[in-house]
């Protein structure tokens, strides 16, 4: 149990501001940096009425890998698992197990200069083949981002 508390000291801190997505959400325009894996994970549940039937929908951790192969370019991997439940008046499981795998990238095309955005571009893809049985389609699913950022100010706003 000792040597557990220790494992924080063993750590390597980054010395760069890292920004991170939200795995299946929102893209950012940052890209990781050369030669670094970065992992990001999250949940989602989402709750809908359709019908008068009840429903649920849960990402099970879902994960972004992303890996820097040049200062501007990224390549990124996104695994979702989904549990789909309705309640008419029991509840069942209508889908259940793993998405299909998205593979893709992100290419920086821009840094903030004044007025003008920091602009990246992200391409991907979902595997059809590579996902359960419930979520498996007969086709690739492309997808197509822009992801612009910009900053109003450089003084710091705070809330209390």
């Not at 063993?10 to 890209?31: C, F, H, L």
């Not at 920086?108 to 590579?130: C, H, M, R, V």
């Not at 690739?140 to 003084?155: F, H, R, T």
Request: aromatic residues 8%.
């Amino acid at each position: 149990m000792f040597l557990l508390c220790l494992v924080p000291f063993a750590g390597i801190g980054q010395e760069n501001k890292m920004e991170t997505d939200r795995p299946g959400q929102t893209v950012s325009p940052s890209t990781v940096l050369k030669n670094h894996l970065q992992v990001e994970a999250g949940f989602r549940k989402a709750h809908n009425i359709q019908d008068g039937n009840l429903q649920n929908v849960f990402l099970y951790p879902s994960a972004l890998v992303k890996y820097g192969v040049t200062k501007s370019l990224e390549l990124r991997v996104l695994i979702e698992s989904e549990a789909d439940y309705e309640y008419h008046p029991q509840k069942h499981v209508t889908a259940k197990g793993l998405q299909p795998i998205t593979i893709g990238f992100k290419y920086n095309l821009s840094d903030e200069k004044g007025i003008l955005p920091k602009t990246s571009f992200a391409g991907s893809a979902a595997i059809p083949k590579w996902a359960s049985p419930d979520f498996q389609s007969d086709f690739v699913a492309p997808a197509v981002q822009l992801a612009m950022e910009n900053s109003i100010s450089e003084k710091k706003i705070s809330c209390v």
